[in-house]
Nanobody, 120 residues
Framework: QLVESGGGSVQPGGSLKLSCVAS????????MGWFRQAPGQEREGVAS???????KYAASVKGRFTISRDNAKNTLYLQMNSLKPEDTGTYFC?????????????????WGQGTQVTVS
């Protein structure tokens, strides 16, 4: 129900924009978020956006990443600027069943398959 795209390899300081299309109508209007997972590490929240548009960011990406949504296109975005090697990982799009967000992965019922981001 969620399909990510836009990952790739980039040098430090570069930019990437991830997209996530929700196939189920209305799903994108709930709380949605981006998570990432590096090998051997737990999945961590990167950014989330509530149904009213309120966005929240992890401290490590604040000021560099921007989450946004286009409800007409059922699409969630993550603009990533000033990328660092520590941003490397598999990025997952997720959606909850409610409009408000929590940072824990358990809050989210729907997940994409992930897209790889490599910064080196």
């Amino acid at each position: 129900q969620l399909v990510e795209s836009g990952g790739g390899s980039v040098q430090p300081g570069g930019s990437l924009k991830l997209s996530c299309v929700a196939s189920e109508r209305g799903l994108n209007r709930n709380c949605m978020g981006w998570f990432r997972q590096a090998p051997g590490q737990e999945r961590e929240g990167v950014a989330s956006i509530e149904s009213d548009g309120t966005a929240k960011y992890a401290a490590s990406v604040k000021g560099r990443f921007t989450i946004s949504r286009d409800n007409a296109k059922n699409t969630l975005y993550l603009q990533m600027n000033s990328l660092k090697p520590e941003d490397t990982g598999t990025y997952f799009c997720a959606a909850a069943n409610v409009g408000w967000c929590l940072t824990t992965p358990h809050h989210f019922a729907y997940w994409g398959q992930g897209t790889q981001v490599t910064v080196s």
